[in-house]
């Protein structure tokens, strides 16, 4: 099934683009809003949910202070990647969180939710 490529933005209140950093691409910082566990090894990342759900990703590129992208292991031959994008606003100093994911057309909804309710846990957690 052909899935469509979504793209969100979230406005932080954030001047500290190391704390932002860290938390979208550190296993420390994940665990605060995205998963519940996060452990790295080197260029695979697993994510923890619950005590039985976990799910591995790849990272695919990185360029520091700007994005991380990655690629769920068990979707081998898509193109299909989510990326955590940050972004300054040299007149506010404040910083835009985008999020590039891919849903199938009927599950577009769910997954905005979805990350609406872990960009807010995000907020709450790092004080944006």
């Given at each position: 099934?052909?899935?469509?490529?979504?793209?969100?933005?979230?406005?932080?209140?954030?001047?500290?683009?190391?704390?932002?950093?860290?938390?979208?691409?550190?296993?420390?910082?994940?665990?605060?809003?995205?998963?519940?566990?996060?452990?790295?090894?080197?260029?695979?990342?697993?994510?923890?949910?619950?005590?039985?759900?976990?799910?591995?990703?790849?990272?695919?590129?990185?360029?520091a202070y700007s994005f991380i992208r990655f690629r769920?292991?068990?979707?081998?031959?898509?193109?299909?990647?989510?990326?955590?994008?940050?972004?300054?606003?040299?007149?506010?100093?404040?910083?835009?969180?985008?999020?590039?994911?891919?849903?199938?057309?009927?599950?577009?909804?769910?997954?905005?939710?979805?990350?609406?309710?872990?960009?807010?846990?995000?907020?709450?957690?790092?004080?944006?």
């Amino acid at each position: 099934m052909e899935k469509q490529k979504i793209h969100l933005q979230y406005p932080l209140n954030a001047t500290s683009k190391t704390i932002l950093w860290n938390a979208i691409s550190t296993p420390s910082g994940l665990e605060g809003w995205f998963a519940d566990g996060v452990q790295s090894d080197n260029k695979t990342v697993t994510f923890f949910w619950g005590k039985t759900e976990s799910r591995s990703a790849e990272i695919i590129a990185v360029r520091a202070y700007s994005f991380i992208r990655f690629r769920w292991t068990d979707l081998k031959n898509s193109r299909d990647y989510f990326e955590f994008r940050m972004s300054n606003s040299e007149l506010t100093n404040d910083f835009t969180l985008e999020i590039i994911d891919f849903a199938a057309e009927n599950e577009v909804d769910d997954m905005r939710e979805l990350w609406d309710s872990q960009v807010e846990t995000l907020r709450r957690v790092c004080g944006f």
